[in-house]
């Protein structure tokens, strides 16, 4: 699902402000102040709803194509968690282009999630449209791209023909969304050069600017989808469809979101809608294992050593310069 749970922390200037502001007030204003904020915090992150989002994607891929439900819709639509608190909403569609259209909502008294991606079907090298999406009362965490089907930093003639057009596009939001903190060498190979990796403090500011971003970067994919010339050859189908099975397979074992939805609905459902829905594919579109596309990751007798990736390189800042050139060589 893209986030995790370890990652929150507050800004430091609405910190700051709060400790000047505490000392400085009587007692009783004090209490009041502290309610007042606590209030507005609140209402501020009661008032989102990542519902929005997804009805703006369904209706503006409407307008392009002609969405059908998918057959995953009948068995995932929606569930509550095991303490009856909190909800999660399922759908997903497939079009001409499209294998598959999905999104997840999660609401619980403490947490919103948008989990929001789109498969090109294979014919097409289209990037894959990924949102996800993880808020609270304070903080977010997002990431938010057109996830390159094949290499883009050894490689130029891919990054030449879906991201030169568009780095304007990422620049305008990476002024607003500054970079969330350290990736790893291996996860940075699927994301493009206009990702929005970034953590901020809830309000209402923010999340209008997070909208028009969801909204700008799902129109210029839907554009690309649009326009994409239907594969013939079948080498470069293959190559697709291997392309996709392995990000798949990639998110599937270490998307960070697994650990939430365990603790939502257990494990034997989390794996289920992980796997089924959420990275529908990774059991069917190929035959390769996680450790056949990342070997490194290789443990004793078998076991998935997490650390795999740990060991190279990582990145704090964006490693991409203005022109989308990789910088992280």
Not at 7 to 27: G, M, N, R, Y
Not at 161 to 183: C, I, N, Q, R, V
Not at 214 to 224: A, C, I, P, S, T
Request: charged content about 20%.
């Amino acid at each position: 699902m893209g986030f995790s749970v370890s990652s929150f922390s507050s800004s430091s200037s609405s910190s700051s402000s709060s400790f000047s502001l505490q000392h400085t007030l009587p007692p009783l204003l004090k209490r009041t102040a502290s309610s007042n904020r606590r209030v507005c915090i609140q209402s501020c992150f009661s008032s989102v709803s990542y519902h929005k989002f997804v009805d703006f994607a369904l209706d503006e891929t409407s307008l392009h194509t002609h969405l059908l439900s998918s057959p995953l819709q009948e068995k995932y639509s929606s569930m509550k968690s095991k303490d009856g608190k909190g909800v999660l909403n399922m759908l997903s569609f497939q079009a001409d282009k499209i294998r598959l259209l999905r999104s997840m909502t999660i609401e619980t008294e403490t947490m919103q999630v948008l989990d929001f991606t789109v498969f090109p079907k294979a014919e097409y090298d289209v990037p894959i449209f990924c949102a996800n999406f993880f808020s609270t009362a304070k903080t977010n965490i997002v990431v938010l791209d057109l996830n390159p089907l094949h290499d883009i930093i050894n490689q130029d003639d891919y990054k030449e023909k879906y991201f030169k057009s568009l780095m304007p596009l990422g620049l305008k939001y990476a002024e607003h969304f500054p970079w969330g903190g350290k990736l790893t060498s291996e996860s940075i190979t699927f994301f493009s050069p206009i990702v929005i990796w970034t953590k901020f403090t809830s309000s209402p500011q923010n999340y209008d600017i997070l909208y028009s971003a969801f909204r700008d970067y799902y129109k210029v994919w839907l554009e690309l989808i649009a326009t994409a010339v239907k594969e013939t050859d079948g080498y470069q189908i293959s190559h697709n469809l291997e392309a996709q099975h392995r990000y798949l397979t990639w998110r599937a074992e270490t998307d960070p979101g697994q650990g939430v939805l365990k603790k939502l609905i257990g494990d034997t459902l989390a794996k289920d809608l992980l796997r089924s829905l959420l990275f529908n594919g990774v059991d069917e579109l190929g035959s390769k294992t996680f450790n056949d596309y990342f070997p490194h990751y290789h443990g004793e007798e078998g076991t998935l050593n997490k650390k795999g990736g740990i060991a190279g390189k990582s990145f704090e800042n964006r490693p991409w310069d203005a022109s989308g050139k990789f910088l992280g060589q």
